[in-house]
């Protein structure tokens, strides 16, 4: 045990380190590798489509959330089957091996449609591991007072790879903080650009986590008792109270995670506004996750003692006006302010959120009842870009980040009003019990 957390959570943690690194690389590397033209849009871009002109930003848009379309929709389907089988292990490595196949592709792939069927295989790639690992992760906890660290750990990790990824694609595609162009690198009589580079090290990062998890990972034996459970995703409360918690948290990690999303497809409009750097954007980017890295550890604990739906509420409440903020700045810094509060508030509702569904997942099976939350969030990944996009294309600069504010408003609202408390916090304060 390491700072109190179980050694194969840790191992969980710094394996989606990894792969969450090499993920994060293509947010920031695929909108410039599409757009530096070694990519073709030749006939797609300004096609009208439904009365509609497809422009750069549109199609960017569409390759980013691929991926997170895909990769959410599959979830419940391999998470359910992780349930019935209790193999997570196996889901995990098959998972990393083919995100790991679709990153080493883009190097030789020059057609948008052939960027858009890598994306999409390292979106199926994604639907196998994330669900299995959320479940290793929740079932490696040995009582519910312990839930919220675990996830407050792992998310921690995770978050170090999704946030710092940027900052280090934009290093290793320009060759230096600050730096602007595509640098070229040379070894063993080789030369291949900073988007190989980049590509690269996503292959690398997935290949690293598929060691650790083959190696450090075992399947626990809690995970085979689902096979006699119901494992069905309920919309309403069983006992008849409104909606069913889970759901609710589903639908506000979809809103929450759509905020996020917003940002990345408009690097160009928002650099130019700002009169920024690449490197400063990708800063900025990363500022919701720095917050994230901070605080997740903390809050997830607090979570095992306090409860957690105060966080939660706590969490809707701040978000709003977060993300309604970055659609009115015009100084790159008080854009960096702002993302670094929507990241309080991410991390106030995502670790709490994974453990209050974890309570309820004994009754109703891990993989299937944490999927609802990693689909969620995967699909408010997906859509983010694409809303963005199109918002940004029918309105204006912060038509985006006024829509993400009321989304933000409306899970506020559901939350408060269906999500209930999972924890019995008496007069001993780590005593905690799931709801029937």
């Known amino acids: 045990m390491v700072l109190g957390t179980d050694n194969r959570v840790l191992t969980l943690a710094f394996a989606r380190l990894a792969d969450a690194l090499g993920n994060s690389f293509l947010i920031i590397v695929l909108p410039l590798y599409i757009a530096s033209g070694q990519v073709t849009l030749t006939g797609i871009a300004g096609a009208e489509l439904l009365g509609f002109v497809l422009r750069e930003e549109t199609l960017i848009g569409l390759v980013l959330s691929l991926f997170g379309l895909l990769n959410s929709f599959g979830q419940p389907v391999t998470g359910r089957i992780s349930d019935r089988t209790g193999r997570r292990r196996s889901f995990v490595l098959v998972g990393l091996l083919i995100f790991a196949v679709g990153s080493a592709s883009y190097p030789f792939l020059s057609s948008y449609w052939a960027v858009l069927v890598a994306r999409a295989l390292q979106g199926v790639g994604a639907a196998f591991t994330i669900p299995a690992t959320i479940a290793l992760v929740n079932d490696y906890a040995e009582s519910d007072s312990e839930r919220g660290g675990n996830f407050g750990v792992f998310n921690t990790f995770r978050l170090i790879g999704f946030g710092f990824g940027p900052i280090i694609a934009g290093v290793v595609v320009t060759g230096g903080f600050g730096a602007e162009g595509v640098v070229s690198y ?103 996750v720095i917050a994230n890295v901070l605080l997740q550890v903390p809050v997830g604990r607090a979570s095992d003692r306090i409860g957690r739906r105060p966080f939660v509420v706590a969490g809707f409440v701040v978000l709003v006006p977060a993300v309604y903020a970055q659609g009115l700045v015009t100084d790159p810094w008080l854009m960096l302010a702002a993302r670094f509060v929507q990241g309080v508030a991410v991390a106030l509702v995502f670790a709490p959120s994974l453990a209050l569904a974890g309570d309820l997942a004994g009754q109703r099976g891990s993989g299937t009842t944490l999927s609802v939350l990693t689909m969620a969030f995967g699909l408010g990944v997906a859509a983010g870009p694409l809303a963005s996009g199109l918002l940004y294309n029918l309105g204006g600069f912060s038509t985006p980040f006024t829509v993400g504010a ?9 939350t408060y009003w269906q999500v209930e408390e999972t924890l019995s916090v008496g007069d001993d304060p780590t005593a905690a019990a799931p709801q029937d």
């Not at 009321?406 to 559901?414: D, H, N, R």
């Open 406 to 414: 009321a989304l933000a408003l409306i899970a506020l609202v559901l």
């Open 186 to 288: 040379a070894l063993g009589g080789l030369s291949f650009s900073g988007f190989t580079a980049a590509f690269a090290v996503a292959v690398a990062g997935a290949l690293v986590s598929f060691a650790l998890v083959a190696v450090l990972i075992e399947d626990p034996p809690v995970a085979a008792d689902a096979a006699s459970k119901n494992l069905s995703v309920a919309v309403f409360d069983p006992d008849g109270n409104g909606l069913d918690s889970v759901f609710v948290l589903g639908v506000g990690t979809f809103m929450m995670a759509t905020t996020i999303a917003l940002f990345a497809t408009l690097e160009g409009p928002i650099r130019a506004r700002l009169d920024e750097s690449t490197f400063m954007f990708s800063v900025q980017f990363a500022a919701v």
